[in-house]
């Protein structure tokens, strides 16, 4: 899959890493790229191959009225999601909520709502932009961590269900990218305009998973192991 004249459509294409998937696809050539958010007038790309749509992954009917609008999508970038704060125990169970229904429901809905558009087009691509939290959770990240963990797993077993109608599944696991999401976070962070970049070079090599950073191999490494040093390596690295 080669962006050159594709046609995509990107979630929370208004800032951090989904603004950064606009710019590179448009930089590689795609002809059409539908660039959407709650709120899209805050999109700032200036470019006649960009459309903006209104998308919300908590609204089921703009995300069906996207699909309507968007009949010609080849590639499906799901970006949009938020960060809560939330803990399980004693965090508000209604932001919890709030995660799961953004990062696992939100970006199903979209996926189910897209998975006909692209199968008729031929079949494309979706990239799924994860986490390395996907993989482990670190103090105060408890209910984004579950989320994204259930989102990575979701993201493997539509790609085993749109296997037939020729459509790649991509995840994408990072760990903190120099975004307004992580503007609290003082730890390394990479340049978000390199997880639109890997993602893209994976999957014009037919990769189905990307790991941007090294934090983030480091983490899958570690899933081989006893977790109780991985985790006492992470308290003393966060200072928690």
């Not at 992580?182 to 890997?198: E, N």
């Not at 994976?202 to 990307?210: D, F, N, R, T």
């Not at 790991?211 to 899958?220: G, I, L, P, Q, Y």
Request: overall charge negative; hydrophobic content about 50%.
């Amino acid at each position: 899959m080669n962006p050159t004249g594709q046609t995509a459509l990107v979630t929370g294409a208004n800032r951090g890493i989904g603004r950064q998937f606009v710019l590179e696809l448009l930089d590689r050539g795609a002809a059409k790229v539908y660039a959407t958010a709650r709120h899209p007038d805050a999109i700032d790309v200036d470019d006649p191959r960009v459309i903006r749509l209104r998308l919300d992954l908590l609204d089921p009917d703009s995300v069906a009225a996207a699909a309507a609008a968007a009949q010609d999508v080849t590639v499906l970038v799901n970006n949009a999601g938020i960060s809560t704060g939330a803990g399980l125990v004693t965090g508000d169970l209604a932001e919890v909520s709030r995660a799961l229904d953004t990062h696992f429901w939100g970006t199903l809905g979209v996926i189910r709502a897209f998975a006909p558009v692209l199968g008729a087009n031929g079949g494309g691509a979706i990239v799924n932009v994860l986490s390395a939290l996907s993989w482990f959770v670190a103090p105060g990240a408890g209910a984004y961590s579950v989320a994204k963990a259930a989102e990575w797993s979701m993201t493997n077993a539509v790609r085993l269900e749109l296997a037939a109608q020729h459509t790649v599944v991509q995840g994408v696991l990072l760990g903190s990218a120099d975004t307004d999401m992580s503007a609290g976070y003082d730890g390394p962070k990479i340049d978000p305009r390199d997880v639109p970049r890997r993602s893209l070079d994976a999957l014009a090599e037919g990769k189905i998973e990307v790991v941007v950073d090294d934090w983030t191999a480091m983490v899958k490494a570690s899933l081989a192991g006893d977790p109780a040093p991985f985790y006492a390596q992470i308290t003393a690295m966060l200072g928690a």
